[in-house]
């Protein structure tokens, strides 16, 4: 084991800094009065307030902040922490969590939770999270003394890391010296220390991050620029961002430099000549990476940088994302221009891309003050993160499905242990923090949530009441901590681009003039303790088309995704929590049958006229026009209902409506059944499958490989090799009697072998079979041996001068 020396930094910020820097974990820390000046208008840069000055009022988004809470209390911090002590030759006080924390991502959730008790014990004061905080402190450091400055919970890590600190570098897409993403995982720990100094106030934690950062810094120190970017290829989350926040709170030039070595140059450099290269990509792994090149950039002052990020947002929120301000299909970014994965696969937008990209919108936003970068947050506020959470027990969701008539598997708060349960467990704390900003003594309203702000610099409470989005009034109640003096606080009330006309103001019950401005109306008014304005929104109702202009239709009414319950099948009884199981976060019961979908028969501008406010008090619209179920034939009347989305749980739902004309139905329908009736007879001839170069679906399959690399072609995933690689499939009723593998047929002349569990399966040279079609499969029976085996594993290698693959789909199927 290499030792690597520690130094110790000085306090070089006091906290109170360092909550105006980072406030909330605002993005960017540098809160300085420079601008971005990307759409030729000059804008103002705002601060955040501290989580604590903001506290939730009756809502939802209050009842998810509780709701967190009791999940993040019931959760076992001796369990969490197992990983960590065990790595570092301590007992562990109980044994480890099961699921992703055990199985190679170990300790991830760890650092998450460092995060998320920081949050939430900022959001509402709780005590028990503070202990809870300060006792995973002071475990994890006794962990930390013991290892150099080192803390993680990666399985045999410090053999790893002596292996990267000598040079020896074996990076995969997934994968870094064997170890399932370590970088990722080591990241969540370093936000988890930042948070807990910058958010949660503890001394502690700095010492800890400092120390750790000392270790990296000597760990990395023999390396070149050239082999940190080939570590780069494996996902490392957003070690840039947390590097560049520990230059800008020490001061050190060295994190500075660790940020931009860290900051993939093949995903920055086309952004910076605004090209769209991410079609096929991971899609989480980049989101992050680009936070912190807008960190970078910031510290910097690098206009280009700032400007890529931009372009990367720009993209994704506007060509690559759905209606409810989440992207990506299988964990991947699917062509632009064919939305078709989105509306079909049972696994659509993950949780941690919206995570991500509103942590961008957020610094983006604090950094121009657009309100572009506001639409999307409270898009995605509203109906990706809000939704994600279940309003009971608290689970988490990984995949929220796009596809018609399918459905959500939740967490369970002992047992799932993913990456979207280690953000999941931060979101609900974070409602508070873009609900208003400042500048000197401007006040802007950027959320209508309930809540109170407390405003002790310019001796202002403003409390903003209301009950939206069912219904419209807003009150904000301002008052004067010094009863005797008023206040001249500028008020920037945020004009929401869904509104259908112009905001009117009410000051005490009295028309008051507003000033328009970019985005905002701006009330100057000498501010008396007790003043009421009120002004009252008047929200859209509209559709909102798929990207790729096929023929679905999301409905909302302002910034809410509206959706309604669909009942695939009589008396279907579906699970909706998730088991210990690797893959248990899937979805994966039967799809609803076309036959069983609403279809919306008329062109949306009709459906929408149609559609009546119901007379519950919370918002929904019935119609009981324009909405055929094929099973029930296109003249029967019923009654549709739609909600909003964040409030429809444990059902299957529909949130893009199928829009067609009524001979389009009908052959739609027939079409739909024969398609769906093709895909069921491949789902039951299938014993297990690999899509190779995916993330879960190769860890899953313990891959392994030497000389080995993945891509994307057109979409279509693929793994080769010069050297070899394997996974090992499932055959635990001993089913399976062939092996199907899809290639593509310009891959002409490769020669490889094809082994299971050491016995040839079979000699391979390219093309194996001549064919007019783009890609190919081959079946290759197998042997009797073979057959008997309940697990197999399957390695592809290389003939000496050639390639193994491209593999393109790895299916083992049965003789039904």
């Not at 407390?454 to 419209?472: C, E, I, M, R, Y």
């Not at 929200?539 to 096929?550: I, N, R, S, V």
């Not at 001839?685 to 879960?696: K, Y």
């Not at 697990?791 to 193994?804: D, P």
Request: charged share 20%; with cysteine.
């Amino acid at each position: 084991m290499f030792v690597l020396a520690v130094k110790k930094l000085p306090h070089v910020i006091s906290f109170s800094l360092a909550v105006m820097l980072l406030s909330a974990c605002s993005e960017h820390p540098n809160a300085d009065d420079k601008t971005v000046n990307t759409h030729h208008t000059q804008r103002t840069p705002q601060q955040l307030f501290a989580l604590e000055q903001v506290s939730l009022s009756a809502s939802p988004f209050l009842h998810a902040q509780q709701t967190n809470v009791r999940y993040l209390l019931a959760l076992h911090p001796d369990q969490l922490l197992a990983p960590y002590l065990r790595e570092a030759g301590i007992e562990p006080k109980a044994s480890s969590y099961g699921n992703w924390e055990d199985s190679g991502l170990d300790g991830h959730i760890g650092g998450h939770y460092l995060s998320a008790l920081s949050l939430a014990w900022a959001a509402t004061g709780d005590e028990e999270l503070k202990h809870r905080l300060d006792y995973m402190l002071n475990e994890l450091q006794r962990a930390q003394q013991v290892n150099d400055g080192y803390l993680g919970g990666i399985p045999d890590g410090q053999a790893m890391w002596q292996q990267i600190h000598d040079g020896n570098i074996k990076a995969d897409l997934f994968s870094l010296n064997d170890r399932w993403v370590p970088l990722y995982n080591i990241d969540k720990i370093f936000h988890g220390l930042r948070d807990a100094y910058l958010i949660a106030g503890s001394e502690q934690a700095k010492t800890m991050l400092f120390d750790l950062g000392e270790w990296f810094l000597n760990l990395t120190s023999k390396l070149s620029d050239e082999q940190i970017q080939q570590m780069l290829y494996s996902e490392y989350g957003g070690l840039n961002a947390v590097f560049a926040d520990m230059a800008t709170i020490s001061g050190d030039k060295r994190y500075l430099k660790l940020a931009q070595q860290f900051t993939q140059n093949s995903i920055v450099d086309p952004l910076l000549k605004k090209q769209d290269k991410l079609t096929g990509l991971h899609a989480n792994t980049q989101i992050p990476k680009i936070i912190g090149m807008l960190k970078v950039a910031e510290a910097t002052d690098d206009k280009a940088w700032q400007q890529g990020a931009d372009y990367f947002w720009q993209t994704v929120t506007k060509e690559r994302s759905v209606a409810i301000g989440g992207n990506s299909v299988r964990e991947h970014f699917h062509d632009k221009k064919d939305f078709t994965a989105m509306v079909e696969d049972v696994e659509g937008p993950e949780t941690c891309n919206t995570y991500n990209m509103m942590k961008l919108s957020k610094q983006l936003f604090l950094k121009t003050a657009d309100t572009r970068y506001l639409e999307y947050y409270e898009r995605a506020t509203y109906n990706h993160i809000l939704s994600s959470q279940h309003p009971e027990h608290g689970g988490l969701v990984y995949f929220t499905p796009m596809r018609p008539g399918h459905y959500r598997m939740y967490s369970s708060v002992q047992d799932s242990m993913w990456c979207c349960v280690g953000s999941g467990i931060e979101n609900h704390s974070k409602y508070g923090e873009l609900i208003y900003s400042k500048k000197d003594n401007n006040l802007w309203v950027n959320l209508f949530i309930p809540s109170t702000l407390d405003w002790q610099q310019q001796g202002l409470k403003v409390t903003q009441q209301s009950h939206f989005p069912d219904a419209n009034n807003i009150t904000l109640v301002i008052n004067t901590l010094d009863k005797k003096h008023n206040s001249s606080a500028q008020l920037h009330i945020r004009k929401p681009s869904w509104v259908t006309d112009e905001l009117q103001f009410e000051l005490n019950g009295k028309a008051i003039n507003a000033t328009a401005e970019q985005g905002y109306y701006a009330i100057k008014h000498d501010w008396h303790d007790g003043d009421k304005l009120t002004f009252s929104l008047a929200p859209k109702l509209y559709t909102e088309q798929l990207p790729d202009d096929q023929d679905y239709y999301a409905v909302l009414y302002g910034p809410v995704v509206m959706a309604t319950k669909v009942q695939a099948f009589k008396n279907e009884h579906l699970n909706f929590v998730a088991d210990d199981s690797r893959m248990g976060h899937i979805a994966a019961g039967p799809t609803c049958p076309p036959e069983a979908l609403p279809i919306m028969l008329s062109e949306p501008e009709q459906f929408i006229a149609d559609l009546k406010r119901a007379p519950s008090a919370e918002l929904a619209f019935t119609t009981d026009k324009n909405v055929a179920i094929a099973q029930q034939g296109i003249g029967s009347t019923q009654t549709t209902q739609l909600i909003p989305f964040f409030r429809l749980h444990d059902s299957r739902y529909q949130v893009y409506w199928p829009q067609q004309s009524e001979a389009e139905f009908t052959q739609f329908v027939k079409d739909s059944k024969a398609a769906e009736q093709a895909k069921e007879q491949l789902r039951l001839l299938t014993v297990d499958q690999i899509t190779p170069g995916e993330q879960q679906p190769e860890v899953e399959h313990d891959f392994k490989g030497e000389n080995t690399r993945a891509g994307v072609n057109n979409g279509h995933h693929w793994r080769d090799a010069t050297g070899w690689f394997e996974y090992k499939l499932t055959n635990s009723e001993q089913q399976a009697v062939a092996l199907r593998i899809r290639y593509f047929t310009a891959d002409v002349g490769r020669k490889f072998t094809i082994t299971i569990n050491g016995e040839v399966l079979a000699k391979v040279s390219l093309p194996a079979k001549q064919t007019g079609a783009e890609f190919y499969s081959i079946d290759y029976p197998l042997t009797d041996e073979m057959k008997k085996a309940s697990s197999l594993t399957l390695r592809f290698s290389a003939i000496k001068g050639s390639v193994a693959g491209g593999i393109y789909g790895i299916r083992l199927i049965n003789n039904n």
